[in-house]
């Protein structure tokens, strides 16, 4: 099961540092994803990590401002999100799959934090 939080509410310009944590599961044996799903869209990639973090994929619209990273031993991964916008507004999954793709067809999903970024 995976747990995503450090979600709320935060001006434009402002940070906030996602969290996901699993539980009953190894993360370090998955890479692992962030989505967002804002109202009225398709869930997105925002960025993927390798198993040890040693590759990181992110896309165009949060590249220089999201940063995506794991810690094996806490069985946790993070996104630092800063420099937010306005179309930063949605709700963030995390996700794990045995391989990255852009796409929704991750194998593992949590249940999504809430970000909204005020102007």
């Known amino acids: 099961q995976l747990q995503a939080s450090g979600g709320g509410l935060v001006q434009a310009g402002g940070s906030l540092r996602l969290s996901c944590a699993a539980s009953?599961?190894?993360?370090?044996?998955?890479?692992m994803g962030w989505f967002r799903q804002a109202p009225g869209k398709e869930r997105e990639f925002v960025a993927a990590?390798?198993?040890?973090?040693?590759?990181?994929y992110s896309a165009d619209s949060v590249k220089g401002r999201f940063t995506i990273s794991r810690d094996n031993a806490k069985n946790t991964v993070y996104l630092q999100m800063n420099s937010l916008k306005p179309e930063d507004t949605a709700v963030y999954y995390c996700?794990?799959?045995?391989?990255?793709?852009?796409?929704?067809?991750?194998?593992?999903w949590g249940q999504g934090t809430q970000v909204t970024v005020s102007s």
């Open positions: 990590i390798s198993w040890r973090g040693g590759m990181t």
């Open positions: 996700a794990a799959n045995d391989m990255v793709v852009v796409t929704t067809a991750w194998r593992y």
């Open positions: 009953g599961r190894t993360l370090s044996n998955y890479f």
